[in-house]
Nanobody, 117 residues
Framework: QVQVVESGGGLVQAGGSLRLSCAAS????????FGWYRQAPGKQREPVAT???????VLDPSNQGRFTISRDNAKNTVYLQMNSLKPEDTAVYYC???????????WGHGTRVTVSS
């Protein structure tokens, strides 16, 4: 199994930046992909960005130019750097970790991002 913990959320003004972290522990040698997703109030969870050894980094087109996903393999941690934040980026951000055994992956509890106008 893999345990997933997100951190780095908070309150920021529009135009500001935040860096989210997703730390994985446990059977990390089985990890195939990290993904960031977000869920805004009253909306469905949506993909933000993924990173894997086979596909590299994939960003949702709406976030390109503002968000960057990166990985520190030594720490089994993935980062989501978010710049030029907008009020519509307000959501709970979740990390999903896929492994060789579990295509559905493991979810963290999320970290809340609030962008004020």
């Amino acid at each position: 199994q893999v345990q997933v913990v997100e951190s780095g959320g908070g309150l920021v003004q529009a135009g500001g930046s935040l860096r989210l972290s997703c730390a994985a522990s446990g059977s990390t040698f089985e990890i195939t992909r990290f993904g960031w997703y977000r869920q805004a109030p009253g909306k469905q969870r949506e993909p933000v960005a993924t990173i894997s050894g086979t596909r590299g980094t994939v960003l949702d087109p709406s976030n390109q130019g503002r968000f960057t996903i990166s990985r520190d393999n030594a720490k089994n941690t993935v980062y989501l750097q978010m710049n030029s934040l907008k009020p519509e980026d307000t959501a709970v951000y979740y990390c999903n970790v896929q492994t060789l055994r579990t295509a559905a992956g493991y979810w963290g509890h999320g970290t809340r991002v609030t962008v004020s106008s």
